[in-house]
């Protein structure tokens, strides 16, 4: 059974820094695209960062130049560093990842964590 777990988020000023993690679980055989995503209250979910598994990386313009999305292919994780932080980037994140698995291929989504900027 895939699962995709996530860890980080939580408070912080505005201007400082966050760190997402988020690793899936079970029979794997490839990871077309994983990345993040949020969803602030009121507003539709929006993409933040993907990388694809040949390693490009996008990015929501909003994000660009602060945040930094990395993939660890040998623990099928990918890490979001989030730095510059504003209230605006207030939201819940959630981890998304388009794969191939055994009996279970498909496009998954993590529980959400909450990120949450201060001014």
């Known amino acids: 059974q895939v699962q995709l777990v996530e860890s980080g988020g939580g408070l912080v000023q505005a201007g400082g820094s966050l760190r997402l993690s988020c690793a899936v679980s079970g029979t794997i055989f490839r990871i077309k695209t994983m990345g993040w995503y949020r969803q602030a209250p009121g507003n539709q979910r929006e993409l933040v960062a993907v990388i694809a598994d040949g390693g490009t990386t996008n990015y929501a313009d909003s994000v660009k130049g602060r945040f930094t999305l990395s993939r660890d292919n040998g623990k099928n994780a990918v890490s979001l560093k989030m730095n510059s932080l504003k209230p605006e980037d207030t939201a819940v994140y959630y981890c998304?990842?388009?794969?191939?698995?055994?009996?279970?291929?498909?496009?998954?989504w993590g529980q959400g964590t909450q990120v949450t900027v201060s001014s």
């Open positions: 998304n990842a388009d794969l191939y698995a055994w009996a279970s291929s498909g496009n998954y």
